[in-house]
């Protein structure tokens, strides 16, 4: 049995985790700690992370995957054990004080790694037309140690849905539109969620509650035009950009906007999108640090251990 089906087994075995729950696991064993210095973003495959149906930007099949993404100015992130939620673990991100610094964990449609493709943004695809997601939230933690009570809302942990258009292809001025945002600490979705305590985790249904979204460029819709970080809500910006536009990542991370610490940490990630041209997806994706090789005989044996009663009482 290879390392990636052990682990698997082991998990499945004695880890309580969400219904419909695929397994993200870290790059390295005990946790993983991705940083890049420079200004410019940087990307990183896990390695083993689950993969989705999606197609490439000529409409041919393709796989969505996990990475670390967008990560400058020494922004961290990384899946490992320091703020375990329903397992062993969580994707920390950390950023120190300093301005456009950022960091966050992406499921994104056909990316490409950017440590290998150096200059590259990290994904070309889609999952679907906006108009298809069904079902958006996340659970999310923040170190009041490290806020001295004076966050601003762009640093609570965020949860983005990146568009683009048909028109010009990606990466074209005409094509890319940009992020819609859920900041859980704006004003306007605070009336929603209400003020997040620190050092405790929270379930977001970002769905579920019509989340307001802020979009990160001025988007022109008819005869209007939303400048950047205009609020609302989920349902309102598909009602304009369901049918014309369409989904190449889902994210959750801390933005570019702040001058101070932060650490904190995402878990089940929730993402449903109706079937359409691609089978349905229906997943909440859950982070775990690859275990010590000791801790990994004692799952493998724990597992064992569970199928040889069942069979007994069988």
Do not use: C
Request: charged share 15%.
């Amino acid at each position: 049995m290879n390392i990636k089906r052990l682990i698997a087994v082991a998990f499945a075995a004695i880890v309580v985790v969400p219904a419909f729950a695929q397994t993200v696991f870290s790059n390295n064993v005990g946790g993983d700690s991705f940083t890049h210095a420079g200004i410019n973003t940087q990307s990183q495959d896990l390695v083993n992370s689950p993969t989705a149906p999606v197609v490439n930007l000529q409409g041919q099949p393709a796989v969505a995957r996990w990475q670390y993404d967008d990560v400058r100015n020494s922004g961290t992130v990384g899946i490992d054990t320091t703020y375990a939620r329903s397992g062993n673990g969580s994707a920390r991100i950390t950023t120190p004080i300093g301005s456009s610094t950022q960091a966050s964990i992406a499921f994104t449609a056909n990316p490409t790694d950017s440590v290998t493709n150096p200059g590259d943004k990290g994904f070309g695809g889609s999952f679907a037309t906006f108009g298809s997601l069904t079902g958006w939230g996340y659970d999310i933690y923040r170190n009041e140690a490290y806020d001295n009570n004076n966050l601003p809302a762009s640093l609570q942990m965020v949860a983005r849905v990146e568009l683009f258009t048909a028109a010009g292809g990606f990466g074209s001025a005409s094509g890319y539109l940009g992020n819609l945002i859920f900041i859980p600490d704006a004003a306007q979705n605070v009336s929603l969620v209400g003020t997040l305590a620190d050092d405790t985790w929270h379930t977001i249904d970002i769905f579920a509650i019509d989340g307001y979204l802020a979009n990160s460029r001025a988007l022109t819709i008819g005869a209007t035009t939303f400048s950047a970080f205009s609020y609302r809500r989920l349902s309102e910006w598909q009602a304009d950009l369901g049918l014309s536009t369409f989904m190449s990542q889902f994210n959750a991370g801390v933005g570019s906007h702040s001058n101070q610490y932060f650490d904190g940490a995402v878990d089940n990630y929730r993402i449903n999108i109706a079937a359409g041209a691609l089978p349905a997806l229906n997943a909440t994706y859950n982070f775990e640090a690859v275990p010590e090789p000791a801790t990994m005989s004692i799952l493998a044996l724990a597992a064992a251990l569970k199928r040889r009663k069942a069979k007994k009482n069988a």
